[in-house]
């Protein structure tokens, strides 16, 4: 990836070297991640240099999700949870207006993950899988579950703890935009008579109403 084309929420400086790691393709989009290494070295400060912060990663030293990831180009999300076992320190990946941020959790925490279903599907024996947002799938014979709904799961078991319907009243979060990080409630739901139609929502603030479409709205809460 050339430098200049960074996200800033990568907090990486633009000069210097031409080339910037690039995310490897996985279960986040390309400028919707950011690189384990780079959380590492520039969120997070563990290490100086790219060689120091590649050092802790391949020792297998930093979980994200549960799991340990020694792939210094791992695309790490939205709400994604990294935890570093040896320093007791946990955080979430969320997102502000400039971007994805990590916010520090307590470590009891960091077994649960908020993820917003994309689309479902039906598989053998009536059996329902949705798919959520961050790659991963879940069985389960509840059709009661619908895309642009979230459910709050358990790491690394994947029950299902909570179901946020996207509804009048949910918790909700602005993901893409302008309004990007904003936070509030949904107000009203405004669906489209026809499929090449967005349909908006109504997001209820402290600031006042925002209107956005579907597609940016993130419902739920940790």
Known sequence: MKRYSIPKF?????????????????????????????????????GETSKEAKGIIKKGEILVDKKPRKDP???????????????????????ENQGLTLKEIKPEE????????????????????????????????????????????ELPSQKILKHFKFEKGAPATIVSGRNLGTKGKIKEIK???????????????????????????FVGEV
């Not at 180009?73 to 990946?93: C, F, Q, T």
């Not at 993950?113 to 069985?139: A, E, F, W």
């Open 191 to 217: 669906d489209r008579k026809t499929m090449m139609e967005t349909s908006l929502v109504i997001i209820e603030t402290t600031n006042g109403d925002i209107e956005t479409i579907k597609d940016y709205v």
């Open 73 to 95: 180009k791992y695309p790490v999300g939205l709400m994604d949870v990294i935890e570093i076992p040896s320093a007791k320190k946990a955080y979430r990946v969320v997102i």
């Open 110 to 153: 960091a077994n649960k993950k908020l993820c917003r279903i994309q689309n479902k599907t039906t598989v053998k024996s009536g059996v329902i899988q949705l798919n959520l947002h961050d790659g991963r799938n879940i069985l389960t014979e509840n059709n009661s579950y619908k895309p642009n709904d979230s459910v709050l799961i």
């Open 10 to 46: 990568w907090k990486m400086s633009k000069k210097g070297k031409k080339f910037a790691i690039t995310p490897r393709p996985g279960p986040h989009k390309k400028t919707e991640c950011i690189p384990l290494l780079v959380v590492i070295r520039n969120i997070l400060n563990l």
